[in-house]
């Protein structure tokens, strides 16, 4: 893989991490704990936004093993290692790289051939 499209995988990578920070910031006060005074919600109403807290916080975990792996991809870059298999050593498709840069194995070590 050449330095230009390395680069462009760098900036891409660069602009999903710039978006979960942003979405993490967005959807911290949905991840707080949910009040339970009886006075100010009703039943139905703190159920809802006990079901709103954990959607946030189930999100908030998948956006940081997100952010992991993009890292990860970030360090590889760096290291001249990015857009090669883990496991057989092959390149991995650049196709495949477009649709998740944070993939360390091509198609078939993925599929376990």
């Known amino acids: ?52 807290q954990a959607m946030a916080q189930a ?9 992991i792996r993009l890292k990860a991809a970030l360090k590889r870059i760096a290291e001249g290692e990015f857009g090669w298999c883990e496991t057989c050593g092959e390149p991995i498709g650049e196709r495949r790289l477009a649709l998740d840069p944070g993939l360390t194995r091509c198609v078939d070590c993925a599929a376990g051939r």
Do not use: K, P
């Open 1 to 52: 893989m050449d330095s230009e499209t390395t680069a462009s995988f760098a900036a891409q990578i660069e602009a999903r991490l710039a978006e979960i920070e942003a979405a993490e910031a967005a959807t911290a006060e949905d991840r707080q704990a949910v009040t339970l005074d009886q006075q100010s919600v009703g039943r139905l109403s703190r159920m809802d936004a006990m079901q709103v």
């Open 59 to 67: 999100q908030s975990r998948r956006r940081a093993a997100e952010r």
